[in-house]
């Protein structure tokens, strides 16, 4: 059973647009943490 | 040994890099951690961190160098699942989610994961339990201090030793400066510079390369690789999954955390994080699959992702790797540093040798135990052994072996001392086993099973009638 | 089919000619043949690292064919002293390297052939393994859910 470059493609390109997300939501969640006082 | 005679960038440049980071990391340290006059302050941050911070600080201490580096060698060693079962590692975050819920209503005064352990199973467990959770944390701290000095090496040529020496010393510092504030401070950072250094990679092999050609050039030259049933990377799967689980759910990194959080955090920083860790490896093993598209020689597998980035990007490709890398080893080194000062400070100094020790001794001994932790993985690095990957899985054995005696001591009334001790000797022991029997990638496994085994049949036979309150009422101070 | 009988006959020619070269080019009797290194056991994951011992700045790791792969192939030209060689099928692999200059021309006769067999794992085992983590993570699931839901009530 061999992977197709298909397959690669999919797996990585999901795993891609899944990380671009994670800076994003820091961000967000930073702020509103800055704005209500418990960031700690 | 030296199989690599061809270092990417300038000993100049990587002085420079190194130079500006450290100092970054040192001013940020000082920055977040000058108020942090109590203990409570410096070893768990006021026990009062928000949302953001502590899933970006359980994120970048789960991205290791394990991530950075190991990740790219383990698709090169076992393809595509090899990175695959790589980002099962996110499972540990996602199945502790709950547990440090648990943990912080159990043990609202908590300080370390011995605590639940000697409280829960008693003395003789909780000795065994130290010994497993010391040695893993060395082998953690080694392996982290070894990449640094390796990884530094071949980009830029500066020779090991004084690699490791920096790194160690500016972490060591900086957690000094500012305890467990200065260390989940830098990790919201490192994680932001760790992910995007990672997209940028993966995007320009794929830009550069492209699915075709990394495809076709794996399928000519390591064409197993790309088997769905390669034995070994099937074998591979659960067993990293469950060796994430085991170090997760035994080690006081993550404990302390579960500690510092806010009431109420504890549950969706490590569900969030999970998710976001999980693609990780994924995007930075990917990168390792296009070496032979790119007619890359590698000579060791640990080393792969850096040549690829620096064959991707030549000079911007290296220094961008080495300031990932960079931070990616001090996020986990911080981290890792200031639970295990604290675990020594709690466990050892405090429980074992000075049980009447004030809050201002305690201080003091968490701030030398912490130097003392550098210098001594400072010493077990200066010699180069194995390779990285094999000094961190040999742990597995270990860690793997303790998550049923604490799942069944935080959810179980019945779950007795002596089972949990027994689990977790016979486990590591038949893990080992089969580590040099068969290999790394069953280890873990073989641990968690046999230590499962005997949980299960100890409280069936041994039942133990344990009273919650003991936990909650413990006030360490 | 019959690439083999010749790849074998051209590779005795060659050895001969380096002989004879090696009696006319003082450089060959000083440059010293590389010892090539690799796993002494079976390989059972098809990953393995050779690496090669000489002086010199450059060395050429070649191929040959084995029982799957007829012909032999250079793998790699350049600086580096160890190869990290993965993703093999099950076979017998044959290696060997030589020094050489940055003209590509042998500055040593070739080394020791070194043979690595792959053998993986079989499917049975490796399932095996498999179902027993399976197992052992479903259970840890089911009691941590099962607990919180306990706790929770």
Partial sequence: MIASATFLAILVTLALILSIVTPVLLFTFFIRDLKQGTLW | ?477 | MDERPRTRNSLKTCQKNILFLSLLLPSYLWASVPVLNGPHETVNAGYFQLNWEGEGERFELQEQGGETQAGTRTLYTGPDTASAISGRADGSYRFRVRQINAQGQALSPWSQALTVDVVHHSLAKAFGFFLLGFLVFISTVAIVLAGTRHVSR
């Avoid at chain 2, 199989?3 to 500006?20: F, H, K």
């Avoid at chain 2, 940028?200 to 550069?208: H, P, V």
């Avoid at chain 2, 220094?319 to 639970?339: G, K, M, T, W």
């Fill in chain 2, 1 to 477: 040994m030296k199989a690599e005679n061809t270092a990417i960038l300038d000993p100049v440049t990587g002085w420079l890099i190194l130079a500006l980071f450290s100092a970054l990391w040192i001013f940020l340290g000082w920055l977040w951690g000058r108020r942090a006059k109590q203990l409570d302050e410096f070893m768990l941050a006021g026990r009062n961190v928000g949302l953001s911070l502590a899933v970006a600080t359980a994120m970048a201490t789960w991205v290791t160098s394990n991530t950075t580096m190991a990740a790219p060698q383990l698709a090169l060693q076992l393809g595509i699942w090899g990175m695959v079962g790589y980002s099962l590692g996110a499972i540990g975050l996602f199945m502790f989610a709950p547990l440090a819920k648990r943990i912080r209503e159990l043990m609202p005064h908590g300080y370390t994961s011995g605590d639940f352990i000697r409280l829960r199973f008693g003395k003789t467990t909780w000795r065994i339990f130290l010994m497993i959770s010391l040695f893993y944390a060395f082998g953690w701290l080694i392996s982290l201090g070894m990449a640094g000095g390796v990884l530094i090496n071949a980009l830029t040529g500066i020779p090991y030793t004084y690699g490791m020496s920096v790194i160690l010393f500016i972490c060591v510092l900086y957690t000094l400066l500012g305890g467990l504030r200065a260390v989940i401070g830098t990790d919201f950072v490192q994680t932001i510079i760790i992910v995007c250094g990672v997209i940028i990679l993966a995007y320009l092999a794929i830009d550069k390369v492209g699915f075709e050609a990394i495809h076709a050039g794996v399928q000519k030259e390591r064409p197993e690789l790309l088997n769905l049933l390669m034995p070994a990377a099937i074998m591979f799967l659960f067993n990293n999954l469950l060796f994430g689980v085991g170090e997760i759910f035994h080690s006081n990194v993550w404990w302390s955390r579960a500690f510092a959080f806010r009431s109420g955090v504890g549950f969706k920083a490590y569900t969030i994080a999970g998710v976001m860790w999980l693609p990780i490896p994924i995007v930075a093993g990917f990168i390792a699959l296009a070496a032979p598209a790119l007619g890359l020689n590698v000579p060791a597998a640990d080393m792969v992702g850096p040549l690829v980035a620096a064959k991707l990007l030549g000079f911007t490709g290296a220094v961008l790797i080495f300031i990932v890398v960079f931070s990616a080893l001090a996020s986990s080194l911080d981290s890792l540093l200031a639970a295990t000062g604290d675990l020594i400070t709690q466990d050892i100094y405090r429980q074992h040798l000075r049980p009447h020790a004030d809050e201002k001794e305690l201080r003091k001994a968490a701030m030398v135990i912490i130097s003392l932790l550098g210098v001594v993985t400072w010493l077990l690095c200066l010699p180069r052994l194995t390779t990285l990957a094999e000094l961190l899985y040999f742990t597995g054995a270990f860690v793997a072996s303790t998550i049923w005696p604490i799942v069944a001591g935080l959810y179980w009334q019945r779950a007795n001392r002596k089972g949990a001790a027994l689990a977790m000797l016979l486990g590591t022991c038949v893990g080992l086993y089969t580590y040099f029997a068969i290999g790394f990638y069953v280890a873990a496994l073989v641990g968690a099973a046999v230590s499962m085994l005997i949980v299960v049949i100890s409280t069936l036979i041994w039942p133990q009638s344990f009273d919650w309150q003991t936990l909650r009422n413990e006030d360490p101070l």
